[in-house]
């Protein structure tokens, strides 16, 4: 049988690793599927059947990763200025 290392998402096997330091810790990054996204610590080998099989789930309900993030920037303003302000407040005291 074929075994080749593939996406447990959309049976791809085109991937790359983010942050690879397995020169200290012996473990490889974390691997990023290029078709859809997902992200694993490892993709496992599998046999041609099972990553067919896999592409044709994926095919017919795709599912990617890719989401819009909300933006929270704005709360984490608002949060530092009433520091700011409470700690003016501290400070007007003393």
């Known amino acids: 049988m074929d075994y080749k290392v593939a996406c447990t998402n959309c049976g791809e096997t085109n991937y790359h690793t983010i942050g690879d330091i397995s020169f200290i810790t012996g473990r490889s990054g974390i691997h990023t599927c290029n078709n859809c996204g997902f992200q694993a610590s490892q993709f496992p080998k599998m046999a041609r059947v099972e990553i067919e099989m896999l592409k044709k789930k ?3 309900k795709p599912e990617h990763f890719f989401k819009e993030e909300r933006g ?5 303003f608002i949060v530092l200025i009433l520091i700011m302000i409470a700690f003016l407040g501290i400070l007007s005291f003393l």
Do not use: M, P, V
Not at 72 to 76: K, V
């Open 58 to 60: 994926f095919a017919r």
């Open 72 to 76: 929270t920037s704005g709360i984490y």
